[in-house]
C-alpha cells in the first residue's frame, strides 16, 4: 500500500492549505489574518451543511466530501495541512493524544504544519520530525511562508512513506508481541 516506488505527492494542488477535520479556533483566526495580507491565499475548513460533510474555501468554494473517496481526493489536492490535538484546541480535559489525522496527513503527501503540546505520544511517533508545532501567530506565519514556497521532493516524502510504514497495524502488532512475550 505504501510502495516506495509509487509519488503520491504528484498531483494538482489547487489549494495552499486544509484544516482536515475540526477546524483549530486559533489556528482559523490566524489564516483569516494570514489571508488578509496574502488575498491569493486559499485555504479549505470543514463544515457540515444540510447533514452533508464539506470542505469551503476562504474564497467561497464548496468540496462535498460526504464520500471517504472524495475526502481523500481533496486531501491529494492540497499543498499543507495543518495537524492540531484537542487539547492544543482549547478543549477542556482533552487528551493531546496522537490521532488518525497525522496518518492521512502523511498519506496524502502534504506539507505540515501544527499546534501540539509535546506529549509522550508526540515523542514516540516523532510527529515533530514531519509537522512542526507553533503556539504564536509570528512563528506560524514564519512557518507558513517557508511552506508555502518549499518544494517537494522525493527525499522529503520518504519520510512519509517511513512514518507510515513503521506506524501500520502489522507492525504495532509485532512490537506488541515482543513486549508481551518480554513480560510473561
Given at each position: ?17 486544509i484544516l482536515p477535520g475540526r477546524p483549530n479556533?486559533t489556528i482559523l483566526q490566524w489564516l483569516k ?152
Amino acid at each position: 500500500m505504501f510502495s516506495k516506488k509509487k509519488n503520491l505527492q504528484i498531483s494538482n494542488r489547487n489549494y495552499d492549505l486544509i484544516l482536515p477535520g475540526r477546524p483549530n479556533p486559533t489556528i482559523l483566526q490566524w489564516l483569516k489574518k494570514f489571508a488578509i495580507s496574502n488575498p491569493e491565499f486559499e485555504y479549505l475548513t470543514y463544515d457540515s451543511i444540510d447533514n452533508r460533510h464539506v470542505y469551503i474555501s476562504n474564497k467561497g468554494k464548496v468540496v462535498d466530501c460526504r464520500f471517504r473517496e472524495n475526502y481523500f481526493r481533496l486531501l491529494k489536492d492540497c499543498n499543507i495541512a495543518v495537524y492540531s490535538t484537542q487539547g492544543a484546541d482549547g478543549v477542556k480535559n482533552a487528551l493531546d493524544h496522537v490521532s488518525s489525522k497525522i496518518f492521512e496527513i502523511a498519506y496524502a503527501g502534504w506539507l505540515m504544519i501544527g499546534m501540539y503540546p509535546e506529549s509522550d505520544d508526540s515523542r514516540y511517533f516523532q510527529i515533530d520530525q514531519m509537522c512542526p508545532s507553533s503556539f504564536d501567530y509570528e512563528e506560524f506565519e514564519n512557518k507558513l511562508k517557508e511552506l508555502i514556497h518549499t518544494k517537494r521532493n522525493n527525499e522529503g516524502y520518504k519520510k512519509y512513506v517511513n512514518f507510515l510504514s513503521r506506524n501500520k497495524t502489522s507492525k504495532r502488532a509485532e512490537l506488541l508481541s515482543i513486549i508481551i512475550d518480554e513480560v510473561f
